[in-house]
């Protein structure tokens, strides 16, 4: 933990910049806020990034900040799409909303969340058998709540190992950090245009301090409902045919080798969130000497989800000869005879629960400034209703002719049936009805205790030392039924079935495919399954298997000297200091020993030593350079450590290997900075950084044999490496010094290149390309006017195309598109204390797609836009 210096009152412009006491300001820094007290203030955007500046300035390491301000009047939904704007950050949206934040490129596995400098516990993917292990989900965590966020790019010591790319620290409020009395609120309706839907969010602050600013108490809360549609065509994947495929009939492959596509999915997804959010802190500095605080997080947040879907599903050996369209090595189109079709809905009802506790008490003792810390986090996500899958199937006879188009921003697959009807219940065999729980217990739980002192030796002012203990558990256990009798091969009227929800699908998007399809109903084929007699039966093998349970303890500890010195002349401040952290994993499951589930258990021991340097000169009052180092870490997924296998029905069979050997990412990182700051409100910064990352995690792909099917087995192994290295390129003014009325306009704007490169295992090859999930190229552009009252800020963010999964085992590379999303704000004071505003998401109604090699059609999915109207109110 980082240390401050304790003061009856701090500036409120640095709320969440220095609440959580993770930025030390040496002697030299607190005179400069001092002077800048008079003339910042809190209230205005352009003022908030002001505060943003002075964090980044005075910060012990490459750090980029977001205030309060900045949080609450962007249009976003979450912390993950406040944070886009922030250089070098970009984010991967799920249904239209920031879900998962990478940092520099790197995907969101690489980064660690913590609140108020303590790593979190986090809700797991419920909805369906993916996991996404340690990756912090901010669609569970209100932006109302949080004070600010700091992005580290470059730790010291004393913060925790864990992020090769960077720590996003959410910082909360703590009420003599506010300084007074005070309550403000505010309401907004909310209408998603493609789900049709308004839906409204409420959120309040409430903080009381007392007349001697000793005590302190806050309380702050938000609820919001969310509807959502989208609408998705996807594919299965594609194919590399080194032979090639017969295209005449006469018994030889003459198209040479190509990729062929898998069957098309279209999909069609709606879903109801409704989330509360409650935020309290207490705070008593009875002295100088002592500070306590007591904080408390807590989010609830339920999700009800609807799926419907059909497939064209065919094998390309089987097209009609003649009709197969090959487009620069690639089959895009062709008629089939004798293809399959899938009919399916899936719902589910996801209730996600997380609770923070800390209380954190600093004082001064004689010349020494300790402080411990003691935590709890946890994070349950489950299925409070379970899945329910409804699926018919005609598996042979159906012909159909398809088309696949370039991606192009608008484009899906054409398909056309020839003796298929869809909307036809007499068509339509009954396959099966599968029932799915999952229940995710994550928890994350620490005691800390650091100790610092002045010193003068060599230039260095102070030594900071501390210890950490850290005790995590994730629980994760699933449990699957299945029905085929009095269903698979039965047909069913057509009072079994019930009106399809969109007269609209895919709407925006050109292509001729089938809009509208039978949609089950879930009552009539559900009254009787799954009985209480089947839920109370033992598990199966399966059930065990998909199931597992990961405790992780990590002692570390650190050393570090904090320097406040001169160069030249010009002044010198910086940390040098070394982190150990030793790793201790046990991985409880179960695994098919000779056909009988047996339960295992293995454990793993992993020491780290983690030096790291952080260094600024102030070459002018104005002017600063930085350059950092520092081996990092970033632990392996915890779903990757299970010792389980998991097996996945469909028309592809599939298997998920778990590796409790697993090692974690090792990485050597470098930065450097140049940071300008020629006036107040302005700045302009440029960084380069380096990661070498050693002890690679990647997936490998293989065939596993089992109950005398084959699935294709995907298990992560360590022994890979990867570069990565970038520049980042920031600014952002205020133009206060032009005439009116345009001395109210500014700017903010940044640009991040990433370059990488890995080595992948595919069999007994090697394969060299891109580091998977990292963004060559992202920007982030924002214009605002601020003047008598009248804001307004138009935002757009966008980042090229990135390598989704590298292509092995005869499947072709996936990439994400190039992606970019227009947002707005416009909001005007009615009063010193009321204001109204309205806000725009995604309002160029962009749409998400992947790709694979040449440009070929991996899937599509359009979520829409979505206006807000709302008004604040601070008494």
């Known amino acids: 933990m980082q240390q401050h210096h304790l003061r009856k009152k701090l500036l409120p412009t640095l709320i969440g910049a220095i609440a959580a006491g993770s930025i030390s300001l040496n002697t030299n820094a607190q005179q400069d806020i001092a002077e800048l007290e008079e003339i910042i203030v809190t209230g205005s955007y352009s003022r908030s990034l002001q505060s943003a500046i002075d964090a980044k300035r005075n910060a012990p390491s490459v750090t980029d900040a977001i205030i309060a301000q900045d949080i609450g009047q962007f249009p976003a939904q979450n912390i993950a799409e406040a ?7 970009s984010i991967v949206r799920d249904r239209g909303e920031g879900v998962y934040v990478r940092v520099r490129g790197l995907g969101s596995n690489f980064q660690v969340t913590t609140l108020n400098n303590r790593t979190m516990a986090v809700n797991e993917n419920v909805r369906t058998s993916g996991q996404f292990g340690r990756q912090f989900r901010f669609d569970t965590l209100p932006a109302e709540l949080v004070s600010a966020v700091e992005v580290i790019k470059s730790p010291t010591a004393a913060h925790d190992e864990g992020a090769i790319g960077g720590t996003v620290n959410v910082k909360t409020f703590r009420p003599l950090e506010l300084g007074e009395t005070t309550f403000s609120a505010s309401a907004r309706a909310s209408h998603a245009q ?16 007392n007349e001697d600013q000793t005590f302190g108490l806050l309380v702050s809360s938000a609820y919001a409902e969310r509807s959502v549609r989208q609408d998705r065509a996807i594919n299965f994947g594609w194919t590399e045919l080194e032979e090639g495929l017969d295209t005449d009939g006469d018994g030889t492959r003459d198209s040479g080798p190509l990729i062929t596509p898998g069957g098309v999915r279209p999909t069609l997804e709606l879903e109801d969130r409704e989330r509360f959010g409650l935020s309290t802190a207490m705070q008593w500095r009875p002295s100088d000497n002592l500070d306590i605080n007591l904080d408390l997080l807590y989010v609830d947040q339920e999700v009800q989800y609807d799926e419907f879907t059909y497939s064209a599903d065919y094998d390309p050996a089987s097209l009609v000869p003649g009709t197969a369209i090959i487009r620069d090595g690639a089959l895009v189109g062709g008629t089939i005879t004798d293809g399959s079709v899938q009919i399916g809905r899936e719902s589910s009802g996801i209730h996600d629960e997380n609770l923070s506790i800390g209380l954190n008490a600093e004082w001064l003792v004689d010349d020494w400034t300790l402080s411990g810390d003691l935590f709890h986090s946890s994070a349950d996500s489950e299925d409070s209703d379970p899945i329910r899958r409804t699926r018919f199937r005609v598996t042979e006879g159906i012909g159909f002719s ?8 608008d484009s899906v697959p054409s398909i056309e049936y020839a003796n298929a009807d869809l909307n036809d219940p007499s068509q339509w065999p009954g396959r099966r009805l599968e029932w799915r729980t999952i229940r995710a217990n994550d928890e994350e739980q620490s005691l800390q205790f650091d100790a610092s002192r002045s010193i003068q030796l060599a230039g ?7 210890i950490k203990f850290r005790e995590r558990t994730r629980d994760y256990f699933r449990r699957d039924l299945r029905l085929s009798e009095g269903v698979e091969g039965e047909t069913f009227d057509s009072s079994y079935f019930t009106a399809f929800p969109a007269d609209d699908f895919l709407g925006n998007a050109n292509g001729s495919l089938p809009q509208v399809w039978l949609v089950p109903d879930e009552d009539k084929f559900w009254s009787n399954f799954p009985s209480a007699e089947l839920l109370a039966a033992d598990l199966t093998s399966g059930d065990l298997g998909n199931s597992y349970r990961i405790e992780e303890s990590i002692r570390s500890a650190y050393a570090m000297l904090n320097l406040d010195s ?3 002349s010009m002044p010198l401040r910086g940390n040098l200091g070394v982190r150990v952290a030793q790793t201790e994993q046990v991985s409880s499951g179960h695994a098919t020993v000779d056909g009988e589930s047996t339960p295992v258990s293995f454990s793993n021991e992993y020491t780290d030593v983690l030096p790291s340097v952080n260094f600024a000169l102030d070459l002018r009052d104005d002017l600063i350079t930085r350059v950092a180092a520092a081996k990092v870490i970033t632990r392996a997924d915890l779903q ?3 010792p389980r296998l998991t097996f996945n029905s469909g028309d592809i069979l599939t298997a998920t290997g778990g590796n409790p050997n697993l090692e974690p990412f090792e990485a050597w990182q470098y930065d ?13 910064t440029a960084g380069v950084f380096y990661k070498d990352i050693s002890t690679f995690i990647q997936t490998q792909i293989s065939d596993l044999e089992f109950n005398g099917e084959v699935y294709r087995l995907t298990s992560k192994v360590n022994g890979s490496n990867a570069e990565v290295s970038g520049l980042e390129l920031a600014y952002q003014q205020v133009f206060n010094t032009l005439p009116a009325p345009f001395d109210g306009l500014g700017v903010q704007a940044n640009y991040t290149l990433t370059d990488s490169s890995a080595v992948y ?4 090859e090697r394969i060299k390309g891109e580091l998977e999930d990292v963004a060559k190229n992202s920007y982030n552009l924002t214009a605002f006017y601020e003047k008598n009252g009248l804001a307004l800020r138009f935002s757009y963010s966008w980042r090229d195309g990135v390598l989704n999964q590298i292509g092995t085992n005869s499947l072709a590379s996936e990439n994400n598109a190039e992606f970019g999303s227009l947002d707005f704000s416009a909001a005007y004071d009615l009063s010193e204390s009321t204001s109204l505003f309205i806000e725009g998401i995604n309002v160029t109604n962009e749409v998400q797609q992947l790709f694979v090699d040449g440009d070929e059609f991996r899937s599509y999915t359009d979520y829409g836009r979505t206006f807000v109207l709302g008004a604040r109110v601070k008494l």
């Open 194 to 209: 493609l789900a049709e839907e308004t839906d409204p969010r409420f959120s309040g602050l409430a903080n009381w301090v």
């Open 402 to 409: 398809f088309l696949f188009p370039k991606v192009d921003g």
């Open 460 to 466: 260095f002012t102070e030594f900071a030392t501390g």
């Open 761 to 764: 295992v595919d069999g007994d």
């Open 83 to 89: 944070l886009q704007r922030v250089t070098g950050v």
């Open 566 to 568: 001169e160069l030249a």
């Open 672 to 684: 450097a900075t140049l940071e300008w700051y020629p006036q107040e409100s302005t700045a302009l």
């Open 640 to 642: 990757d450590m299970a």
